[in-house]
Structure formats: structure tokens, C-alpha cells
């Protein structure tokens, strides 16, 4: 983009500023000024204007850099190859960037791509979440579709290659579910990943002679969470194969020794539930009942050998499981970004937002409120455009925030206090 040589206005007597003149000629100047100035544009007018240029120098100098970056990825060297996908992945996830990365994915893509190939550990677990952020920039178009299915073997024989690295495998994990929920056309695509995650997690890809609880760790838990988030857009017909007999490979992963696995195993059984309401099928299998005698457990679980802060978060997540389970009622989530708000109210919609929020950190929010894609999916409909005077109005002093802090924090404690008292009722 060409860069904008708009200079700051001045007025008709500034370009003779140098040249000698008599005190008379520098007031008749100066008031010729003024008249011209009051004649033109207001001084509102020509604010708006200096900040509009000052924006658009700002995108292009930000533009600049990020051309260096993806030139940087062809770099010999691996610590400024990883100084560039570093810098790329803050970026992406932090801007909307899909016109920028519009007539330059191809060149992105063939650099990921090699990346992905020839670099070692944290340089392939870079590149696989920087091509999940451009996915995820490009959107589920035929741009996006392309860049999915380019990249899906080499994601796949990542994922599948045990003499990578843990890290690695972890990041084709998350990308290979992510780009396949965004850019998958075909059913074919979908189903083949989902048989790729489920051979990462299932039990029966953790044998080698020793116990599956002490082999979970990080690289099973991407590949679970992946696994569930596709299988909120699983036809009818593929979600019912997985009803009948496959699901009851998850609950052998309630036993494992990672509290994070537990957890999501624990979710992933609750979302099955969900879904198998929603198509009105039977899950009274004869195992159901051991299953709720094992979400009760890790319910009331107060074992000593287990972190303080594990025991408090699986006991909080699994009461809701167990909740649902029996009575099909969710505790609802709101979650705010700027004036407006989102409801969460079911395992489903959650599984989709904690899969965003993962990959896009703290820019969850600016892309709630800007990207096309992500109002789509969670049904926020066109971004909102607001003035300055609006986003003003918006902003909560820090006296109000405190008063709010404040009466959250003694209904807490009144609330938890109640529960602390009939501890002994429920147990």
C-alpha cells in the first residue's frame, strides 16, 4: 500500500514565514490566517483528519512489519525463523487481519508449510498455530478451505509421527481440529479427522505394555478437545454411530492421573448427553450407572495426594456434569466484550468458545467484536459500529468497578457460606 504523504494543513502565510517582513505585514498575515482558517474547515474537522492520518500511518507501518515477518520465515536461522512466527502469532490473534492476508496466504501457507517440515520442536508447534490463526483470519470461504486442505496431510502425519516432539503433536492437534471446524466442506474431511484425534486419545493407543493414566498428558488433552469440538457439527447420522458404541471409550479417561484430561473427558461425556438428547436417543446403557457412581467420586473427591487447587476445580466442574447428567439442567455463562454480551447455555457452545479461547488468549474478545467468522458462529450477527462518543459513554470508572467488586464479593461469601454449612448433608 502506497504510504500517505498528506502532510498537516498550514496555512497561506506559513510557506512565507521565512522571508523578511514589517510588523504590520506579519499582523495582517496572521489575521489573514485566522479569517482563512475560520473560513475552512472547523478545528473539529481538521482533528478528525490528523487522527485519521495518524491511524492509517499506524496500519501501515504495523502492515510493514508484518511483511518482514513472513519474509523472516525463509530465514537460515531457526531462532530468527521462531522470532517471526512468534511475532506473526501475536499478531494475528490480537487484529483482524483477513484483507491484509487476503492476496498473501498463498505465500504464508508454502512458508508454514515448510516450517511444518523441516523445523524441529517449538518451531513446529509455532507453525501449527500460526496456520490455525490464518485459518481462522481467512474464514470458512473457499480461501479458508484452501488453506485447510493444502496443510491437512502434513498436520495429520505430524500428529501421527511419534518420534516428534510432544509440542509439536500438540499444536497439529489443536490446528487440525480447529481449521477442519472452520474450513471443512466435505464430509469425508471431517469424519477422517476425527478418526485421527480418536486414535491420539482413545486408551487403546496408549498401550506399549504400561498403565494409560501415567501416558496422558497435554498431547491427549488437545486431541480430546479437538475431537469434542467437531463433534458439534457431526451430521445426525455420524453422532448416532458414535452414540451406539463409541463414546464409552471416554470414560475409562475419568481415571487418568491428569486433572485437565479428567476434566475434559468429563465435558466431552456431558456434551454427548446433550447431543443425544437433542436427537431424543437412549444412552441407558448398563454401564450409565457405574458412570455416575465415577462422576459422583470426582464430585466429593478429597484425596490428600492431589493438589488443593485440583481438587477444588474438578469437584466445581464435575458437580455441573453430574448435575446435567441426571437433571438436564447447565449453569449459564455470560461473557461480556465491550457492550455487549454472550450467553453460554450448553456444552456444546462452551466446547466452541474454550476452543477459540485457547488459540486466540486474551484477543478472544477484539475478535468477538470484529471477526465476521466468530459472530457467526456464536449468532452475534454484523459488528457493532460505534462513535468516540459511545465508547465514552461505555467505559465504568474505577469507583463503580469497585462498588461492583465489592457487592460480587459479599454475595459470594454469603453464598458460600451457606454451602460450607451443609457440607455434612451433602457428603
Known sequence: MPRSRRAARRGPGSARAGSPASDEEAGSEVLSHCSSASEGASPAEEGAGSEAACEQGQEEEAEDRLKEHMDSLLD???????????????????????????????????????CLKKGKGEEQ??????????????????????????????????????????GARQSCATALGMCCYIAAADLEDLISCLSCLEGIFSPASTGEGSSAPTQHGPLHCSALQSWSLLLTICPPSHIKSILDNRWLKLPPL?????????????????????????????????????????LKVLATESNKYRAKTDRRKQRSIFRDILRFIETGEYQEETIRFGLECMYLDSWARQRTYQAFKEVLGSGIRHHLQNNDLLREIFGLGPPLVLDAAALKASKVSRFEKHLYNSAAFKARTKARSRVRDKRADVL
Not at 531462532?79 to 491484509?100: D, G, N, Y
Not at 465435558?267 to 458412570?291: K, R
Open 76 to 114: 537460515k536461522s531457526a531462532k530468527t525463523r521462531q522470532a517471526a512466527l512468534q511475532s506473526l502469532r501475536l499478531a494475528f490473534s490480537s487484529k483482524t487481519l483477513s484483507e491484509f492476508l487476503l492476496e498473501r496466504r498463498l505465500t504464508l501457507t508454502d512458508s508454514l508449510e515448510k
Open 254 to 294: 475419568l481415571s487418568s492421573s491428569s486433572v485437565a484430561l479428567r476434566i475434559l473427558a468429563g465435558e466431552t461425556i456431558a456434551l454427548v448427553f446433550e447431543l443425544a438428547q437433542d436427537m431424543e436417543e437412549d444412552l441407558g446403557h448398563q454401564d450409565t450407572e457405574f458412570l455416575r457412581a465415577q
Open 125 to 166: 508447534a509455532l507453525a501449527g498455530t500460526v496456520l490455525t490463526l490464518l485459518c481462522l483470519q481467512m474464514g470458512s470461504g473457499p480461501e479458508g478451505e484452501e488453506v485447510f486442505r493444502s496443510l491437512k496431510p502434513l498436520l495429520i502425519s505430524v500428529l501421527t509421527d511419534r518420534v516428534a516432539s510432544p
